[in-house]
């Protein structure tokens, strides 16, 4: 992130110069050691769980009787043995994209007004609050998803279908508390803490003389604010909604609660539809025979490769951000 | 693992939820606890670990408390983590039994026996029990469903309440045009293995999906566990579910009548429960009990849809110290005072024939 490396540029050479080590210190052999050690551990632990996740896919993935990558059907302990990862990954993709949608808009609003906007003494409790929600186990939005959310969207989702209904993705043949629009408002209230507590903690870095120079030409706040605090927090802003966005398409226990567990690939938000990766293996996992298993594990595997690439996609849109800024 | 622990906080936080919606109905087991615990005689002692169906769960939990009241150095430890867990915890030698909705699979028999070294693995049906069709309908009560529409229902092809085939089973009833929205278990589970070869058996050619523990047909929507079927079906009119009978007891659900093979609807109840797996048929092979249950019986009075749930055990090959403890608990679990201890919490009392026979195998154990 430029802010960081920026403070770290002004706050010293200490880190930014690396001077060269004095070969004499056993301490300092000893740390570096130790430390080299511990990235070197991290890479053998992925390296691990990658192998693991690939060892144990291996013989249900050659059990299948279909295609995996195309199938919407789950059932890998039948016989045939029959399963695909079309109907899930396309489930917690849709989920977690719409999540993100009604997410960041408002993360970056409760942002702005804790940096910008609410007095000090307010700021602070509101920014407390916020890290606070962020620390909120997700088996606890699922619950309250399941037993307040479902009941209390059934009626608003209704009237959305009643008025939007010739929308394609406001159709539906019946209208479900359970559904993908409701699993992605979950998964937006878990992940709008996280966004917005990284967004503010940006917005707070943004220069103050240009603020100040905005302000003296004569710019309102939100011209001030436009003008230079978004362009400067743009790219935090992006990362932070792909953090937001990680944890949403990892989320398990609130998306299988309040998902109708369908094997549908379908984009009517508000009929019976929607499941997940996760949600799948969590409500799936216990009661699955070593077929079924191995399966889960190819799902699991499929997972990670989405987040990877999610990630290197942020990554690439942040760098390419910066070259401009 | 991540999400074990995950799966499991769920399961708790969901009956949880659902203990703290039903409260105090889970207290009327203790009459039957005092009852029962004075008839166990050969007390065995030490620790047993068994795991496995979660069907049987709530059973397992009141034999256990019975049989340590009477047995002060016995330690018997349950843990409900699902049939395909408990059969592979019992395969790989870290539990003595496993409790499963299903028998011994053609391919998981050969590995049971190995675990068994000198025996082979049985199958003893312990636990009945009945799957209720339950069902949320503001203004509807004693609901009659018979098999052909049961399995329209769930196969979507019956999907209004106000449909002419739910008119024809219920003659007298003011039937909503709500829409029907069908719930079914996300998990794999001998109750959907079930109910499925129900719906095969009895109305093949409206119910044209496998059977199989897993749901497969389109449509509707999936909860994980009992408890997870019986919060949806309460939290959404026009649903209509199968469950275990005890969580829809629980839940304070209502269930619908169901026609047996002679057409005539019959209430669920331990009693009807119980005659309609009367009508099994013993399937395994030597000492092994695994039954095929006749899901057309004619039977008067007989309820058509019932699951029955093992014990998965070694018949030889126990360690001496397991053995002892395996044999008196079992011994117990298929005595009258066992079987009637389980009525009331929804369960049904094995019936006599098929009793006598479970006896007879868990005598010769050695």
Redesign the interface.
């Known amino acids: 992130m430029s802010s960081s490396t920026e403070i770290i540029e002004q706050g010293g050479s200490g880190a930014g110069a690396r001077p060269a080590p004095s070969p004499g210190r056993l301490g300092d052999r000893l740390f570096r050691l130790a430390s080299s050690g511990a990235g070197i551990l991290l890479l053998v632990i992925m390296a691990a769980i990658a192998a693991f996740l690939i060892a144990e896919a291996i013989p249900a993935l050659r059990a299948n009787h279909a295609s995996f990558l195309t199938t919407t059907?789950?059932?890998p302990?039948?016989t045939p043995s029959v399963f695909g990862i079309a109907a899930l990954a396309f489930g917690t993709v849709l989920t977690s994209l719409i999540a993100l949608i009604i997410a960041t808009p408002v993360a970056v609003g409760v942002a702005l007004f804790i940096s910008h906007y609410a007095p000090r003494s307010l700021a602070a409790i509101l920014g407390y609050i916020v890290d606070l929600l962020a620390a909120v186990p997700s088996?606890v939005y699922?619950?309250w998803g399941?037993?307040f959310l479902?009941?209390g969207v059934q009626p608003v989702w209704q009237w959305l279908h009643d008025t939007l209904g010739f929308i394609p993705l406001f159709s539906a043949?019946?209208v479900?508390?359970?559904s993908v629009l409701t699993g992605s408002l979950v998964l937006a209230i878990m992940i709008l803490p996280i966004i917005a507590a990284v967004s503010r903690e940006v917005f707070l870095q943004a220069p103050v003389n240009l603020q100040e120079a905005a302000l003296g030409l004569g710019a309102t706040r939100w011209e001030m604010i436009r003008m230079t605090v978004l362009p400067f927090g743009k790219s935090g802003v992006i990362s932070a909604a792909m953090l937001g966005l990680g944890r949403a398409l990892g989320e398990?226990?609130a998306v299988?609660?309040v998902l109708?567990?369908?094997?549908?690939v379908s984009a009517q938000l508000l009929n019976?539809n929607g499941?997940s990766i996760?949600a799948?293996?969590?409500?799936?996992?216990?009661?699955?025979?070593?077929n079924?298993r191995g399966a889960l594990i190819a799902s699991g595997l499929v997972l990670f490769v989405i987040t990877l690439v999610v990630n290197m996609a942020a990554r690439l849109v942040i760098a390419r951000k910066k070259v401009r800024a | 693992m991540?999400?074990?622990r995950?799966?499991g906080?769920?399961g708790v936080?969901?009956a949880g939820?659902l203990a703290l919606t039903a409260c105090g109905t889970d207290n009327n087991t203790s009459p039957g606890t005092s009852k029962a615990a004075g008839n166990i005689k050969d007390c065995g002692k030490g620790t047993l670990n068994a795991s496995g169906s979660t069907a049987q769960g709530n059973a397992m939990d009141t034999w256990r408390k019975a049989y340590q009241e009477a047995c002060s150095g016995a330690n018997l430890n349950y843990n409900g983590?699902?049939?395909?867990?408990g059969?592979?915890q019992f395969i790989a030698g870290s539990t003595a039994f496993a409790g499963s909705d299903s028998a011994l699979k053609p391919e998981?028999h050969p590995k049971a026996d190995q675990r068994c070294k000198t025996g082979s693995a049985v199958d003893l049906p312990m636990v009945v029990g009945p799957i209720a069709v339950v069902y949320n309908l503001k203004g509807v009560d004693n609901l009659q469903l018979s098999p052909k529409t049961i399995a329209g229902i769930f196969a979507g092809k019956i999907?209004t309440w106000n449909d002419p085939a739910i008119k024809k089973d219920n003659p007298s009833a003011k039937l909503p045009s709500t829409?029907i929205?069908t719930v079914h278990r996300?998990?794999?589970?001998g109750t959907s293995d079930n109910f499925t070869k129900f719906m095969q058996a009895t109305a093949p050619k409206v119910w044209t999906y496998?059977p199989?523990?897993?749901w497969?047909a389109?449509?509707?929507?999936?909860?994980?566990g009992s408890d997870g079927v019986a919060?949806?079906v309460k939290?959404?009119n026009g649903s209509i579910a199968y469950d275990e009978y005890s969580y829809a007891m629980n839940g304070k659900l209502q269930t619908a009548k169901v026609a047996n093979g002679s057409g005539k609807f019959v209430e669920l109840s331990p009693d009807s429960a119980s005659k309609g797996v009367e009508a099994a048929k013993v399937v395994g092979k030597g000492k092994d009990l695994s039954l095929a249950i006749d899901y057309n019986t004619k039977e008067a009075g007989a309820y058509p849809i019932v699951l029955t749930t093992y014990e998965i055990t070694c018949l030889k090959g126990l360690p001496a110290d397991q053995l002892k403890l395996v044999k008196s608990f079992l011994t117990y679990t298929a005595s009258d005072a066992g079987q009637s201890g389980l009525t009331q919490l929804g369960y049904a009392p094995l019936p006599k024939s098929i009793q006598t026979k479970v006896q007879d195998v868990v005598k010769g154990l050695a």
């Open positions: 059907t789950w059932n302990d039948g088996v699922g619950l399941l037993i479902v009941p043949d019946q479900a508390g359970k398990t226990i299988a609660m109708p567990a369908a094997f549908t019976t499941n996760a799948n293996i969590a409500n799936t996992f216990a009661e699955a025979s070593e079924g | 991540k999400f074990q995950y799966a906080i769920a936080v969901v939820a983590n699902g049939s395909g867990a059969v592979q998981e999907k829409a929205s996300a998990d794999e589970s496998a199989g523990k897993k497969v389109p449509g509707g929507q999936g909860a994980k919060a949806a939290q959404g």
